[in-house]
């Protein structure tokens, strides 16, 4: 039993969940990061997957996925250090970086 | 099962299970290690999917510099206690399971019954014209304007980078 396309939607899948649980169920607003990153990576091995898969005569050679999953990263590289510069300047005026309690925004 | 199949079983092994060690270990510094085994383990994806250049692009960037930026954010975030209490999870973790099983189970019950993902069943190509490696095709899609290229997202996707350092130094920086 070889490869399908359906091996690499599922793995995604499965990964994309857990980075979803990591993003809602976690306290620290770091672990809440991580869990995005996760989520992403899932989506980029989907993409890629989907890339590969093609088979339609010109489209298959603009590698639409591969660029698809360049700029996800480019992306997910400028949203970490936006996050973290964020993270990092609540933690000097509050000291907590607990997502609980940063409720500064609710109405 | 030829070798291919083997491979990309262990490595989605090793995926998945330290993707659940990151989101279960009570260590935060734990949990960004075991980030590092998620990222290089999808790089493993992206090589059995004929990427080389994804691959080592997120080894570069992921495996690289993300973990490092995460690895100074909790350097430079204290917690009450780093052993046993750094990454706590939430009241509502049990409704956090929940969602995220419908929202696997929509997605592969999607995925299963989708005529695309049918049609696209057998083996892959990810074919190219010989003599154009898959580092090739991506700079003339990326750089050269003349044919059918992605010039104008790259450039705008330079004024994010600049845009997201000029904004990371404005909200960082001590006042």
């Given at each position: ?7 690499y ?16 169920a ?12 996760i989520?992403?990576n ?14 339609v ?5 603009y ?8 700029f996800?990263?480019?992306?997910a ?8 510069a ?10 907590t970086?607990?997502?609980?309690e ?6 | ?13 090793i ?31 992206y090589?059995?999917?004929n990427?080389e ?8 960037i992921y ?16 917690t ?13 973790w ?8 419908l ?23 990810g ?7 898959n580092?090739v095709?991506?700079?003339?899609l990326?750089?050269?304007p003349?044919?059918y290229s ?22 960082g920086?001590?006042?």
């Amino acid at each position: 039993m070889g490869l399908s396309l359906n091996h690499y939607l599922v793995l995604g899948a499965v990964l994309f969940c857990i980075g979803l649980y990591g993003a809602l169920a976690k306290r620290n607003a770091v672990a809440v990061l991580m869990g995005i990153e996760i989520m992403l990576n899932a989506v980029n091995i989907t993409m890629v997957a989907f890339s590969f898969y093609n088979k339609v005569a010109p489209y298959s050679t603009y590698l639409t996925g591969q660029i698809f999953a360049i700029f996800i990263i480019t992306v997910a590289a400028a949203e970490a250090a936006v996050a973290l510069a964020m993270i990092i300047a609540i933690y000097r005026r509050r000291s907590t970086v607990d997502v609980g309690e940063i409720d500064i925004m609710k109405w | 099962m030829d070798l291919v199949t083997i491979i990309f079983w262990i490595v989605a092994a090793i995926l998945v299970g330290s993707a659940l060690l990151v989101v279960t270990q009570r260590n935060i510094v734990h949990s960004a290690l075991a980030l590092v085994v998620v990222f290089a383990m999808a790089a493993g994806i992206y090589l059995l999917l004929n990427a080389e250049f994804i691959a080592i692009v997120q080894i570069l960037i992921y495996a690289g510099a993300v973990t490092i930026l995460i690895l100074f954010a909790l350097m430079l975030t204290r917690t009450n206690n780093i052993q046993t209490a750094s990454n706590p999870n939430n009241k509502q973790w049990w409704l956090a399971v929940v969602v995220c099983a419908l929202v696997g189970a929509v997605i592969v019950y999607a995925a299963g019954v989708s005529p695309h993902a049918v049609a696209f069943d057998g083996n892959g190509s990810g074919q190219l014209p010989a003599g154009i490696s898959n580092v090739v095709r991506i700079g003339q899609l990326l750089y050269s304007p003349t044919t059918y290229s992605y010039v104008l997202p790259f450039e705008i996707a330079s004024l994010v980078l600049l845009v997201a350092i000029v904004g990371a130094i404005v909200i960082g920086r001590e006042d």
